[in-house]
């Protein structure tokens, strides 16, 4: 079923901003948000929830620690205890000192790759991919307001242009999408 | 919403839009390249390949060709490797301990540092490679199920610890660099007009698009590497520092040296991102975002690194004669006095003295001494490695085993083949990357741009709730 998305465009973030404030106040809703920069404050208003990928590179970060524990304590203790100048690793505590190091490394080395792959793959930003933003200007200067007509069933075409015409848009662009 | 207080000098000057931000970054990408920057790119490429062909020599010949003996095992390779990873200090700290302390002058030069950072720790790991003389066999630094029976890595090593802190702050630093680097990729593709740079940029921008849920996690994954980089870059030198502090020889044996190290790497670093992003303001016409407040901002950081290194030369000095030991008072007497004196002198000079002049205001506004001075800075600290590393080698337990050292000419060639590399990834940066964070810059247009900072509030008047 082909669908009429409305793409408003402002040349300002406040103005565009403000322009959502109104509208989610007049109960339209806002399907997406184009900004060459990130626009503090627009998240609420549009309805986007914050991330969880912090946790997600705690639960990375996590995993790092324990794997470096097991495996220095496999490697030194269990499977060849290193006699070093007369000191067996007998435990891996007796030890422990010396694999502080190594373990805060590869807690990092985990939690950041896979918060940057997780990042990555659910923006859906890989290699080769195509630009998905509607207008080429949207990496410039300009901030463009997606507005999908089958989210706002309470209002009819022309009603929502003529709300979105208020706010201090430049351009206004209708297409069709499948 | 976007205030700051007046006082605070302007981080972008003249009038700019967010377009003209845009503009300014790209048009040196997408204008052809002046013929200066192909006559220092093929100067740095020169230099380069002679290292690289210097380091297949050795690398048929053996470790030999280098002026190694065996008293003094360990000279300019070592030195060299802490060099560049402590040049490769400046650009995470800029990135992430200056995100986390909100400090938005950063955004004018962390991409540039962190690009130096990157190129300067590749630098560095090519010495410990080389080192191995055998470099096919580097896998065997990784802890790998191997045919030698159970014999692991070993994890009490520092020489082992380096490899791990080496590898990840590598590969964190370029990945933080990368994410920071897609919108600004996609902001030149969506420019591009070529049908090549087109695609090219198209790959490298992996389609970023904007939306505002995508900014959303941009702003938290980098927020979150950050947090994370900060303790990483104070490990990485720590760890580097542990290779000497671990040993048992008078004059490596020492307790400050991770403070001490990490603060010396920092103090070059920031020397290094001085030199390049001097040449590269004016070269690529970027006076408006990096200017005389962020050069001033940047050699404050220089004299109070410079001054923690100035005070532990002076402790190390103290602690040799206080300690006692015989040994230990030796080696410090032998590196200000003995046969080495004029590396020891360079260094106190470099290091000590010539931070300090930071302290007058007209002398740290003032680009020319500003390119100077980072330029001392950088020869004081190589001698400052090579006065730890050989000074305290060459004299021994031993004086029938005394030596010194003297530099080969591939030793000079790696060194120097390694600066031509360097310049010649900075160049190709320069040249096809965008060098200024410009989305980041658009952000803090409104508060610390001139003309809006300075302007009267009257785009904000209907603003009643702000």
Known sequence: MAEKVMYAMYDDDDVLKDGAKKLVAKGVKIAEVFSPFPIHGIDPIIGIKNTRLGIMAFIYGITGTMLATYGMRFFMVEDWPMNIGGKPNFTYLDNILAFIPITFEFTVLCAAHGMAITYLLRNKTLPGMPAQNPDPRTTDDKFVMEIRLSENSDFSAEQLEGMIRETGMIELDQKDIK | ?466
Not at chain 2, 407 to 427: E, K, N, Q, R
């Open chain 2, 1 to 466: 919403m976007h205030k700051e207080a007046a006082i605070r000098e302007p981080l972008i000057l003249g009038h700019k839009t967010y377009h003209d931000v845009t503009e300014d970054v790209c048009k040196p990408i997408e204008d052809k390249a002046p013929r200066m920057w192909y006559i220092l790119f093929g100067i740095a490429l020169i230099i380069g390949l002679y290292g690289v062909g210097s380091i297949l020599y050795l690398l048929g010949t053996g470790i030999g060709v280098w002026g190694l003996n065996k008293t003094i095992g360990w000279a300019w390779d070592i030195t060299n490797f802490v060099w560049w990873v402590g040049i490769g200090h400046a650009g995470t700290l800029i990135s992430a301990v200056l995100l986390l302390f909100r400090q938005k002058w950063r955004m004018a030069i962390n991409r540039s540092a962190e690009a130096m950072t990157i190129f300067a720790v590749f630098m560095a790991g090519l010495f410990p490679l080389i080192h191995m003389g055998r470099l096919w066999v580097g896998y065997w630094t990784l802890p790998l199920p191997n045919q030698f029976g159970s014999l692991w890595v070993n994890f009490n090593s520092p020489l082992l610890w380096d490899v791990f802190a080496i590898s990840t702050y590598l590969s964190v630093s370029l990945v933080f660099w990368y994410i920071g680097l897609i919108p600004d990729f996609a902001t030149i593709r969506d420019r591009a007009k070529k049908p090549l740079s087109k695609k090219m940029y198209s790959i490298l921008a992996f389609g970023w698009s904007g939306r505002a849920k995508h900014w959303n996690r941009f702003e938290l994954v980098s927020l979150v590497l950050a947090g994370l980089a900060t303790p990483l870059v104070f490990s990485v030198h720590s760890i580097v520092s542990f290779d000497f502090a671990t040993s048992v020889i008078p004059g490596w044996h020492t307790t400050i040296f991770p403070p001490y190290f990490v603060a010396g790497a920092v103090f070059s670093g920031f020397a290094m991102v001085q030199t390049l992003l001097l040449v590269m303001r004016k070269a690529m016409g970027l006076e408006a975002y990096i200017h005389t407040k962020h050069v001033e901002y940047m050699n404050i950081v220089i004299m109070v690194t410079g001054s923690i290194v100035g005070v532990a030369y002076l402790t190390e000095l103290f602690v040799s004669w206080y300690s006692g030991v015989e040994y230990e008072s030796y080696a410090f007497i032998n590196r200000f006095s003995g046969p080495y004196w004029w590396a020891y002198w360079s260094m106190m000079t470099c290091n000590v003295i010539s931070p300090q002049l930071m302290w007058f205001r007209p002398l740290r506004r003032s680009l020319l001494f500003t390119f100077i001075i980072s330029i001392v800075v950088n020869i004081g600290m190589w001698f400052e490695r090579y006065v730890i590393i050989v000074t305290s080698l060459h004299r021994d337990y031993l004086p029938s085993a005394w030596s010194m050292h003297y530099p080969s000419h591939i030793d000079i060639a790696i060194y120097v083949g390694t600066i031509g590399l360097f310049f010649t990834f900075f160049l190709l940066f320069a040249r096809y990357f965008p060098v200024l964070a410009l989305n980041e810059i658009k952000t803090i247009l409104k508060s610390s741009g001139e003309s809006y900072k300075n302007a009267p509030d009257h785009s904000h008047d209907n603003h009643s709730n702000h």
